[in-house]
């Protein structure tokens, strides 16, 4: 349901928001201006650094702009021009395939005589984000597809094909230690529930006793070192969870007390051997044979040991969401591994020879793309697709033109919707609730270590539509103080009244 403030969303018009408003006070930008002035002017910031960029929608007028030219570290706001470029290069209503090929199809009796592969192709819309929480749903979509296929058995082995993306799973200058989290999880052309698992721990029935582990979805795949204690009622205590790079083995310390419960989350390492495992279980749970055992290949697979798919029989195949249901699954919880296999997706289609990696080659596009929305060389310096990169570089004055020109795209109400809403969901969920911006602004926030950023749409009480960047580096406040500060530079241009 769209918000009510929300009227019509014509292309190429500012008619994005509705212009209804009380009648308010006139105020002038200068007031705006200095409002905003003695916020970020506070000896607090000093030694942080502040970049801001409004501009009005209506009349092209700066409202306000400090440092908006200076390259500062964006977050998760790279989300936006990902977003953008998914919109604009792949078409919002494009679906992935998902392929299964055998050497022949299935015989009389419904086995297939050899390996059945299931071929990835960037699809990571298979996954309980997408089908309300359902942490089953994914991998039946998947199992329905081979037995309408009519198989009943597999002779081989399953194998998971990964090679239609060339490169290392993992954006540029990623952090060794964001790995094993759920935001850090390896992107891969087959891409299941998010590659992690949810975890749920639950105190034994007396002090002493380990605490015991639940997973969603339900798996196998990660073997658990349970070091854990439960201890007496009334102690704090917590379940710390340690995956070491390139293993498996997940190593659970700490403790809950008698009738504690806790809840968190580890990435898995090997992505399509996690993809292909959970399937195997699948298949076999639903009654489907698979004599041999799971196995995966990847792009320096295909290197050695070339696999011509145009020789081998699809058998089945299975398409997922589109992509613009994709981008909005990507933007509204900031999902980083959403984020970047976009980036890869675009690299895979505009990749100049089969050789380039496709990293390297969606951030070529990006540039072109860039070039397009009128942004010039040197004011966007992406690593790769997320945000989560300390590498990521861009200022508000390319955000703000970024978003302006979204306004004119025809994937724009798309777009629009994409974007968190304050106070509804998404990123913004908790944010602005009871303010002039809940349910008025449409952003994308960001934020990593000293970072927090924020940048979108907002209507003033004047009616006025104002695009805006806000974001804040190195400041080393405590905890939640520098979004909080972030937020009321935005609150302060939803209850402006000036126009």
Same mark, same amino acid.
């Given at each position: 349901?769209?918000?009510?403030?929300?009227?019509?969303?014509?292309? @190429? #018009?500012?008619?994005?928001?509705?212009?209804?408003?009380?009648?308010?006070?006139?105020?002038?930008?200068?007031?705006?201006?200095?409002?905003?002035?003695?916020?970020?002017?506070?000896?607090?910031?000093?030694?942080?650094?502040?970049?801001?960029?409004?501009v009005s929608l209506d009349t092209g007028k700066v409202l306000f702009d400090r440092n908006s030219d200076k390259l500062m570290k964006p977050a998760s706001n790279t989300k936006m021009y990902t977003g953008s470029l998914a919109l604009d290069r792949l078409g919002a209503e494009t679906r992935l395939k998902t392929?299964?090929?055998?050497?022949?199809?299935?015989?009389?009796?419904?086995?297939?005589?050899?390996?059945?592969?299931?071929?990835?192709?960037?699809?990571?819309?298979?996954?309980?984000?997408?089908?309300?929480?359902?942490?089953?749903?994914?991998?039946?979509?998947?199992?329905?597809?081979?037995?309408?296929?009519?198989?009943?058995?597999?002779?081989?082995?399953?194998?998971?094909?990964?090679?239609?993306?060339?490169?290392?799973?993992?954006?540029?200058?990623?952090?060794?230690?964001?790995?094993?989290?759920?935001?850090?999880?390896?992107?891969?052309?087959?891409?299941?529930?998010?590659s992690v698992l949810d975890l749920e721990f639950t105190a034994g029935a007396k002090e002493g006793e380990a605490c015991k582990i639940g997973t969603k979805p339900e798996s196998d795949y990660l073997k658990f070192d349970n070091r854990t204690k439960t201890v007496a009622k009334g102690e704090k205590a917590s379940?710390?969870?340690?995956?070491?790079?390139?293993?498996?083995?997940?190593?659970?310390?700490?403790?809950?007390?008698?009738?504690?419960?806790?809840?968190?989350?580890?990435?898995?390492?090997?992505?399509?051997?996690?993809?292909?495992?959970?399937?195997?279980?699948?298949?076999?749970?639903? %009654?489907?044979?698979?004599?041999?055992?799971?196995?995966?290949?990847?792009?320096?697979?295909?290197?050695?040991?070339?696999?011509?798919?145009?020789?081998?029989?699809?058998?089945?195949?299975?398409?997922?969401?589109?992509?613009?249901?994709?981008?909005?699954?990507?933007?509204?919880?900031?999902?980083?591994?959403?984020?970047?296999?976009?980036?890869?997706?675009? @690299?895979?289609?505009?990749?100049?020879?089969?050789?380039?990696?496709?990293?390297?080659?969606?951030?070529?596009?990006?540039?072109?793309?860039?070039?397009?929305?009128?942004?010039?060389? %040197?004011?966007?310096?992406?690593?790769? %697709?997320?945000?989560?990169?300390?590498?990521?570089?861009?200022?508000?004055?390319?955000?703000?033109?970024?978003?302006?020109?979204?306004?004119?795209?025809?994937?724009?109400?798309?777009?629009?919707?994409?974007?968190?809403?304050?106070?509804?969901?998404?990123?913004?969920?908790?944010?602005?609730?009871?303010?002039?911006?809940?349910?008025?602004?449409?952003?994308?926030? %960001?934020?990593?270590?000293?970072?927090?950023?924020?940048?979108?749409?907002?209507?003033?009480?004047?009616?006025?539509?104002?695009?805006?960047?806000?974001?804040?580096?190195?400041?080393?406040?405590?905890?939640?103080?520098?979004?909080?500060?972030?937020?009321?530079?935005?609150?302060?241009? #939803?209850?402006w009244g000036g126009k």
């Amino acid at each position: 349901m769209k918000p009510h403030y929300f009227a019509t969303l014509t292309i @190429g #018009a500012l008619s994005l928001f509705s212009t209804s408003c009380k009648t308010v006070p006139s105020q002038s930008a200068n007031t705006l201006s200095e409002q905003i002035t003695g916020l970020i002017d506070q000896p607090k910031f000093a030694q942080a650094q502040w970049g801001i960029k409004v501009v009005s929608l209506d009349t092209g007028k700066v409202l306000f702009d400090r440092n908006s030219d200076k390259l500062m570290k964006p977050a998760s706001n790279t989300k936006m021009y990902t977003g953008s470029l998914a919109l604009d290069r792949l078409g919002a209503e494009t679906r992935l395939k998902t392929s299964f090929y055998a050497a022949e199809k299935p015989d009389a009796e419904g086995k297939i005589h050899g390996d059945l592969t299931v071929y990835g192709r960037g699809d990571f819309s298979f996954g309980w984000r997408f089908f309300d929480n359902d942490y089953t749903k994914a991998t039946a979509l998947l199992v329905e597809a081979v037995k309408h296929a009519g198989i009943k058995e597999v002779e081989g082995d399953l194998v998971g094909d990964e090679s239609y993306f060339r490169g290392p799973p993992y954006g540029t200058d990623w952090a060794v230690d964001d790995l094993q989290e759920y935001y850090g999880a390896l992107a891969s052309a087959l891409t299941l529930d998010e590659s992690v698992l949810d975890l749920e721990f639950t105190a034994g029935a007396k002090e002493g006793e380990a605490c015991k582990i639940g997973t969603k979805p339900e798996s196998d795949y990660l073997k658990f070192d349970n070091r854990t204690k439960t201890v007496a009622k009334g102690e704090k205590a917590s379940v710390d969870i340690y995956r070491p790079i390139g293993e498996n083995t997940v190593y659970l310390t700490g403790g809950l007390p008698v009738g504690g419960k806790s809840t968190g989350s580890v990435s898995v390492h090997d992505p399509a051997k996690f993809y292909v495992t959970q399937l195997k279980r699948g298949l076999e749970k639903a %009654g489907v044979k698979v004599g041999g055992k799971s196995r995966t290949r990847n792009w320096l697979d295909q290197d050695a040991a070339p696999v011509d798919y145009a020789k081998r029989v699809e058998v089945a195949s299975v398409e997922g969401k589109t992509i613009g249901e994709m981008v909005k699954g990507m933007m509204k919880p900031s999902q980083n591994l959403y984020a970047h296999t976009l980036l890869l997706q675009v @690299g895979k289609k505009t990749a100049k020879s089969a050789d380039e990696e496709s990293a390297a080659a969606g951030l070529k596009e990006m540039r072109k793309f860039l070039g397009e929305v009128g942004i010039k060389k %040197g004011r966007v310096i992406l690593e790769e %697709g997320s945000g989560l990169s300390r590498g990521c570089l861009l200022t508000p004055a390319s955000s703000v033109a970024l978003l302006t020109f979204m306004t004119k795209h025809k994937a724009f109400p798309i777009f629009y919707d994409a974007l968190p809403i304050a106070g509804v969901d998404g990123s913004l969920k908790k944010r602005f609730k009871g303010t002039a911006a809940e349910k008025n602004v449409h952003a994308k926030t %960001g934020s990593i270590e000293f970072v927090n950023t924020i940048s979108g749409y907002v209507t003033n009480k004047a009616g006025e539509k104002l695009v805006f960047s806000v974001m804040l580096n190195n400041f080393s406040g405590k905890g939640e103080e520098g979004r909080v500060e972030s937020d009321k530079v935005v609150q302060m241009l #939803a209850e402006w009244g000036g126009k």
